[in-house]
């Protein structure tokens, strides 16, 4: 079986929601490692296609779901980020999978650090590329150097939902302002940003709200419980996610290694991915 042969079912839960999860299995060789993966906002859920090689190579197995509201997934409107953790858990379970590390982009950043610090006896490590820091974090200016539109839609968010959903049915389309870095990565390898953000943005706002509503409220944990060892990985001139969440993130992870790639912005950055899935596999002891 290649590693493009990603087969797809829906998980149920005693709740009577359902998740909709992926499961892609390297070829050609044994499997040294299962990474979840945790997309963005807004996207849905599918595994990182321009990371197949790099996972074919090192014997990983990408599993990974859509949040809800996204994709196939049950909505769970005021849903915590650290709700990721029992909905993983329930992924894991129905495909057999007892320990796996975690990779998280953007908004999946938070998402990956949840399972890390709420299943710390099946998370082994994880990797936060381009994530953001809590909204309370101490001392950090969370929305400095923040694209304008962005800013004003996590301030929103910040307002209740009430104002969120205002400002999605009224404000100016979103400009994250992607660097030259950004847009040659999305016109090259990671033009596969089409085909997760498109399914997900054709499904309305609603996913997005929820998604920006739990960025900005009470994560459910605290950064300081990861006890796994964390690579993060962002960009300097990243104006969706400054860097200096990264910093801040940094400096109240336990077991964390920084690395903050020059030139490169919020998608540029997965340039750099390939290496995370090594460093993934060498911290985990799979390889």
Known sequence: MSVTDVTERDVRLPDGRTLHAYDARPGGGPEQL??????GTPNVGAPPRPLFDAARRLGVR???YDRPGYGGSTPVPDRPVGSAAA????????LGVPRFAV???????????ACAALLPDRVTAAVSAAGLAPFDADGLEWFAG???SGEASLRAAAAGRAAKEHHERTAAP???QFTPADLAALHGDWAWFDEVVGPA???GPAPLVDDDLAYVAPWGF???DVRAPVLLLHGTDDRVVPPAHAHWLAAHLPDAELRVVPGTGHISVLTAAPDALTWLVERTGAR
């Open 34 to 39: 299962t990474v979840v993966w945790h997309h």
């Open 62 to 64: 990408f599993v990974s």
């Open 87 to 94: 909905d993983v858990e329930a992924v894991a379970d129905a």
């Open 103 to 113: 990779l998280g982009h953007s908004g999946g950043g938070p998402h990956a650090l």
């Open 146 to 148: 923040m694209a304008p």
């Open 174 to 176: 979103y400009d994250p």
């Open 201 to 203: 943005a054709a499904q």
């Open 222 to 224: 605290d950064p300081a």
